[in-house]
């Protein structure tokens, strides 16, 4: 069992930064895939990020790349997902999640966190 506690959302306006933190408890991240995904009001969950297990591959949604890097500490079992260059279209509530394969697929991942609201302001 993993258990995942996302942390660093708020309020942010247009073209501001956020960092959010996933940290993990359990067992070590080491083992999985980590993704970030997330879901506005009224709309399916979509899937963010994504990192492997070493860090070496990575994997961004369109909408994101470019504006967003998810890295990982498996020593610190957390995940981040810096997001840069926000807009409104970014608000949702982000969820972080591990899976034993590199997927994008939300529903491969396994465990989630409860998930932590992003707000951005015009």
């Known amino acids: 069992q993993v258990q995942l506690v996302e942390s660093g959302g708020g309020l942010v306006q247009a073209g501001g930064s956020l960092r959010l933190s996933c940290a993990a408890s359990g067992r070590t991240i080491g083992d999985y895939t980590m993704g970030w995904f997330r879901q506005a009001p009224g709309q399916e969950r979509e899937s963010v990020a994504a990192?492997?297990?070493?860090?070496?591959?990575?994997w961004y949604a369109d909408s994101v790349n470019g504006r967003f890097t998810i890295t990982r500490d498996n020593a610190k079992n957390t995940v981040y997902l810096q997001m840069n260059s926000l807009k409104p279209d970014d608000t949702a509530v982000y969820y972080c999640?591990?899976?034993?394969?590199?997927?994008?697929?939300?529903?491969?991942?396994?465990?989630w966190g409860q998930g932590t609201q992003v707000s951005v302001s015009s």
């Open positions: 999640a591990a899976a034993t394969l590199f997927t994008i697929t939300p529903s491969s991942y396994t465990y």
């Open positions: 990192i492997s297990r070493s860090g070496v591959r990575t």
